[in-house]
């Protein structure tokens, strides 16, 4: 099983759709969870960290459930720009806080 | 944020010849560095972790006499991928850490290896 799941996609929607992600990790010791944006043939951002009593940052709000390992990451009114790849990341501690992808969800929104 | 460069952006080599990659950290000062590698339409695979002044630490099916890393200052860090072959092509990508738990990500390096 892998460490980290997730649907790989592609989830075609268009502008203005609500959209939801799901995440699952196999690792009941890890310890912080993260929503990372890659764009094509880029690097990985940051997009929010994921907290237990779950967390908004404008049209993007993120869920942990811990009991069921999983976690996901909820988008309203898309946008064109918000196409890109969903990493669901995470911190499986140890001395080194070691971090774990997952392979990424692809989202495509169209006009 | 902080900002992590990596040079160079893109590489082409032929096969068995070395490759170095440079990350540095801009602004702050990276106690701990991470090489970690993406194929295509895979996730990233966390290859080494390297603490400035010590040995890196690597995962588990990564040769470390393949991938030389060395951790010398507190804003360098670099990979060498010795005698490449066309397998290890890819996309590599560092990160950093300072003091938060934060990793912040290089721009990435694309070795395409003949």
């Known amino acids: 099983r892998k460490e980290v799941e997730q649907d790989p996609g592609p989830f075609n929607v268009p502008e203005g759709a609500t959209v939801a992600f799901n995440c699952t990790y196999s690792n009941s010791a890890s310890q912080s969870f993260f929503w990372y944006r890659q764009d094509c043939r880029k690097e990985p951002k940051l997009l929010m960290s994921v907290y237990s009593s779950g967390n908004e940052d404008g049209r993007f709000t993120a869920q942990l459930n811990r009991a069921s390992q999983y976690i996901s990451l909820l988008i309203r009114d898309s946008k064109l720009s918000d196409s890109a790849t969903y990493l669901c990341v995470v911190n499986i501690g140890g001395g080194f806080q070691k971090l774990v992808f997952g392979t990424g969800t692809r989202l495509l929104v169209s006009p | 944020g902080a900002v992590v460069s990596q040079h160079p952006s893109r590489v082409i080599c032929k096969s068995g010849t070395s490759v170095k990659i440079e990350c540095r950290s801009l602004d702050f000062q990276a106690t701990t560095m991470f090489w970690y590698r993406q194929f295509p339409k895979q996730s990233l695979m966390l290859m080494a972790t390297?603490?400035?002044?010590?040995?890196?630490?690597?995962e588990q099916g990564v040769e470390k006499d393949k991938f030389l890393i060395n951790h010398a200052s507190l804003t360098l860090s670099t990979l060498t991928v010795t005698s490449a072959h066309p397998e290890d092509s890819s996309f590599y990508i560092c990160?950093?850490?300072?003091?938060?738990?934060?990793?912040?990500f290089g721009p990435g390096t694309r070795l395409t290896v003949l």
């Open positions: 390297s603490n400035e002044g010590s040995k890196a630490t690597y």
């Open positions: 990160s950093a850490r300072g003091s938060t738990d934060t990793q912040y």
